[in-house]
Every structure is written in C-alpha cells, then in structure tokens.
C-alpha cells in the first residue's frame, strides 16, 4: 500500500488539507514537493471516498525582505511594505509583486496537476474581518503567548512585546512596526526606524484599531489561526519548520492553548538535495522549478517527488548525470509493472498507487496509461543525434504498430524533453558523434581480443533471428557475446566505443546500436575486426 493511501485509511470524516507559501521570489523545484504531497494526500482521501477540500493560502501580508528582487529606485520605499502592496516589479501588468509571484506558481501547480478547491489572499482575508476575532484573542492573552514562545521555542519576547504588527497609516510599511500596548480596542504601535536592518521606518506612533486590514498576526499566530478559520485537518510541513522548538511546535501550541483547536495532522517531508544542498535555497543553475520542467516532464517529475515516503530525503543531481534518465527509466518500470507486465529488478510495494498518483490527470484511466507504449528517454536522445533518423518511424517500428494519440503526445512530449535534456544536463557521454568511416587510430588502438569480440558480435547479430531494434535487446547480445568470449564487460564497451565513436566512453552501448541502421552496425562490426593493428 501507498504512503498517501496508508494516511488516507487513517482518518475519518470530511477532510480540509491546506498548505500556503510567502509569494516572493523565484520558485525553486525543491520546493514542488510540499504541493504535489499535499495533491496525491487529496487525491488517495478522494480515492477512499473521504469528502475532501484542498486550500492554498497566499501569504501576501507578509513584509518585503529582499532587497534584491526589487528594481533599485524602488528599494528605499517598498523594503518593509507588505508585498501585497509592492507594485509588480517586471512591468508585466499584476496588481501587485505579490500576484505576480504567485501567479508562476499557482500556473506551475496547474502544470503539475494541482488545483487547489480554493487559493486564498491574506490581503484579501484581513479586511473583511474574518481574523478580528484570532486578533483580539491573541492580543487580551498576549502573556500567554509569550510564555509558548519561551516554553516551545526558548525566545523570551520583552514583557511588553504584543504578537501582531500594523501597517503604519504614515509610510505603509508592517516589518518596521512593533506593538506595545493594548486597551481592548486599540493598539499603541511604533514605526522604528531601526526594528529590523533590512528597512527602514518612519519614526510615526500612536493608537489605533487593530481590526479589518490595519493589523497582521505574526507568521505563527497567523498559521494557527488559518487551521481554526478554515477548518483544516492536514497539513503537510517541510522538515526545516517541522523541527523541535520551530515554527511547527509553536504554531501547534499555539492553536492548542490560545485558539482551543487541535492542530492539523502533519506530514513531515524532507528535502530534495541537490548535489547534496538543499534544493529550495539553492540559487544554482537549474534549480528553478521552470528550469527543470523544461526537462522534466510533469508526470515524471510527480513520480520524482511521490516515490519516496516524504520522510525520505530525495537526492537528485541532474548536471552531467544520467538522473533524469533514469528517472524516465524508473517512471516506465513502475508503468510496466502496474500494466502486469514482467520488470527487471524488485518494484517497490505499492508500485500501482505510485504510477496512478504520478499521472497528471486524477481521472484517468490508469490500466490504459499503464499499457500505452513510452519510448525509452535514452533511446529517444541518442535517435535524436542521429543523422537522417526518421525518428517518430523508429518509434513506431519499435512499438510494431502506430501509435495513438495518446502516446504520439508522449512521444513528442519526451523528444522535447530529450532535445533540452542534451542542451543543458546531459554527460559528455551522451553527446555523441557517430563517425561515418570507422575511427581507425582508435581502432588500431584495441587489443586483439577486443577486435575478435566486435567481429563475434558482428556476427551474433547477423544469426540472430529478429532484428535488433531495441536497446535493451542489442544489451543483452553485447553481455551475453563479451561472456561467451570471456572478455570483461568494460573492455567489450570500451570496442565498441572505439569502434563507432572514436573515443573510450559513450552512452549505454545497447541503445546506441539500436539506434543505427542494422546493416551499418554489420559493415562496421566487421571493419573494426578485420583492421590493422596499430604498427608499433
Ligand atoms: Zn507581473
Ligand atoms: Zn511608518
């Protein structure tokens, strides 16, 4: 059984599953895997026939914090707004710097199959008064939630710190303000010019009404508060807030003994690491979640975040590795396996679950996108190197029939992501130049027994009854030949490399076989053997 589907078995009664994100910044692909976690929990709750909502908050009254993502003459006045009132900073027409984020965001969710019942706006939630009441709360029992914080988090506040701030009525600015005093329906509030580094206030004070859009809980009251206006029941936490003492525990105390609400079911996940750094503050090239989509399509990049438990941190490493290969590779064993056909190597339990919940569309037909026919990732980027390959036509012979529309659209979603894959990420070894006469220097270069072992596989190949147009089929021959002639695999690759490409290393050498015409496989098996030796 699947980890969603284990959770989903676990509860009981209408389900709402919320999560929500600070819209600031590029999206980087480590910080996918919170919303499609959260996507395939909705999707198994739906699937044990749970009444489930999905919610996404747009945390947009947070305060602009970085300097960097602002155009220069802009930085002295919107530092320290709320980023709902920041204009749009790339001219592109959003109402704010805050929809403009978001909205390549909730496009990349759509992308990614996730739609969200509904995407509340902070900026929109607070003025209607709908927080008033978590406001006053938390104001009359500010002692209280100072001693959580110095309980849960070990973070002694001074004894006139008051857990909300306010949009100062003079400059706008929320993260310059801090709250002192409170009389029931007012609030003292200062705008300091030396609150926080990143800006700067305006020196202004005063009384004033908390309520209707002037005041903001803080980033753990507003969390605590969201579960209990919303009604929410699951909530997943990446592990960086999920920490002893972190914004979690606080958050949990928090709706426990100031709001009386048990918090939400959390589902801790870990990482995605990049070459061993976290992916979701990694600035590096193609870690920007619309980098990687170029190349990685969105089922499989479902199937990347959705095949580990989430309390398993996903190591992934795409510059110069074969990791997005073997990613289509992976994603294709799970779709044969869940189509009943036989896979190599042990297939995870749970294997069905995963293949259906990678899938982009929740409705389909699962046994039928099972059993459509993939072309191997590998394959497609070497066919593609290939001078004058027809490649859609390989396909279709490979598959022995047409294929449908269906897999057409694979097809040409996956020669895509193969194209994108050889401009950015691949391994030098996948970039290949097949030579058109035989590469006599490294030819001569072999040993005799490499040269008898092209010859013998030359010779496998033309006994052999059907034609070879499968990598997997070439690999099999090129292992079972090198055995018979007791010759180590790595020298037996190694020929062939020679042989066709010139050079000691390539791409697995079975799929590059099958991608050449058959008779010039022969011709060239054949000349390598019969060559002259290098003249010592
Ligand atoms: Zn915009
Ligand atoms: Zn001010």
Redesign the pocket.
Known sequence: MDWADELAASVSGPQVVNDSKTPSGTVHVGSLRGPVILDVIVRALRRAGVETTLLYGIDDMDPMDAQALLTPDAVDHEMGRPLAHVP?Q?G???ASYAR?HA?TFIDIFDGLGIHPDRYYWMSDIYPTGEMDSFIRTALDRAADVRDIYRRVANVQHPDNWHPIQIVCPSCGRIGTTIVTRWDGERVFFECREQLVTWARGCGTSGWISPFRGTGKLGWNLEWAAQWSLFGVTIEPCGKDLSTAGGSRDRADAIAREIFDREPPLNVPYEFLNIGGKKMSTSKGRGAAAHEIADVVPPEQLRFMFIRPRPNQVIEFEPEGTDAIPRLFDEFDRFAAATAGKEVRGEIAPGFEATFAYSLLDSDADVAAEAAAFRPAFSHLALLLQIPNVDVAARVAAEKGSPLTEREAATFDERVGAARAWLETYAPERAIVAVRDTPPLEAIAALEDDQRRYLGALGDAAASAEAPRSSGEAWQDLIFAVAAEAGLPNGRAFAALYAAFLGRTNGPRAGWLLASLDPSFVGERLRAAAAAPQVPA
């Open positions: 749009d790339s592109d027409g959003h403009h909205r």
